[in-house]
């Protein structure tokens, strides 16, 4: 079973509606969180943080669930420039910092 | 530059041939990562440096794959006899800070994309 699960989706969305991601992650000694954006043929980029209590920035939100390990990523009136790939990230705390990616989530954003 | 700078971008090479991929990190950063980034999938982690030193090589898929960081700065991911697997997206990365540290935001390089023919 890998470590950080995800679905690949595509998610196909109109723009303007709110759409939700979950990941699921195995290690339940991991300590910190994290969702990337990736653009195509791009690097992935730092999108949040995700804290035990929940945080939002802007339109997106990350929410962590330890006693059942997963994190979510909620993005509301969603516009076309959010077609990206959400990577799943997840830190162990051990060597190498421990970041453990997941496949990543493909969403595409539609006029 | 401002950011990690990997080259070559794209490297097209023939089975069997030796690949060397650079990577400048972002000045005064301490910690270096290398991932691999197959096709639909995410990074899948190779090695770590903490300055000079090779911390982590467990990611290391086999002894064809050698990374070294000799003055701590720029750094060069070698694959000797490259096969079809190899083909891939490499992916460098930066810290400031050093592996653990509180809110160390990790910098992505655009990635030096092999394709083995």
């Known amino acids: 079973r890998k470590e950080v699960e995800q679905d690949p989706g595509p998610f196909n969305v109109p723009e303007g509606a709110t759409v939700a991601f979950n990941c699921t992650y195995s290690?339940?000694?991991?300590?910190?969180f994290f969702w990337y954006r990736q653009d195509c043929r791009k690097e992935p980029k730092l999108l949040m943080s995700?804290?035990?209590s929940g945080n939002e920035d802007g339109r997106f939100t990350a929410q962590l669930n330890r006693a059942s390990q997963y994190i979510s990523l909620l993005i509301r009136d969603s516009k076309l420039s959010d077609s990206a790939t959400y990577l799943c990230?997840?830190?162990?705390?051990?060597?190498?910092?421990?970041?453990?990616f997941g496949k990543g989530t493909h969403l595409i954003i539609q006029p | 530059g401002a950011g990690v700078s990997q080259s070559p971008r794209y490297k097209v090479a023939k089975r069997g041939q030796d690949v060397a991929l650079r990577c400048d990190p972002i000045?005064?950063?301490?910690?270096l990562f290398w991932y691999q980034q197959a096709l639909g999938q995410g990074p899948e982690f190779l090695t770590y440096?903490?300055?000079?030193?090779?911390?982590?090589k467990s990611g290391l898929p086999s002894d064809r794959f050698f990374a070294e960081r000799p003055e701590g700065s720029v750094s060069t991911l070698k694959i000797q006899r490259t096969q079809q697997e190899d083909s891939a997206v490499y992916l460098c990365?930066?810290?400031?800070?050093?592996?653990?540290?509180?809110?160390?935001?990790?910098?992505f390089g655009e990635g030096s994309w092999l394709t083995v023919v």
């Open positions: 990230v997840v830190r162990t705390g051990g060597g190498a910092d421990g970041l453990t």
């Open positions: 290690n339940s000694a991991s300590q910190s």
């Open positions: 995700v804290y035990s």
């Open positions: 990365a930066s810290s400031l800070a050093l592996v653990g540290a509180s809110g160390n935001t990790i910098y």
């Open positions: 440096f903490q300055n000079e030193a090779q911390l982590d």
């Open positions: 000045s005064g950063h301490v910690s």
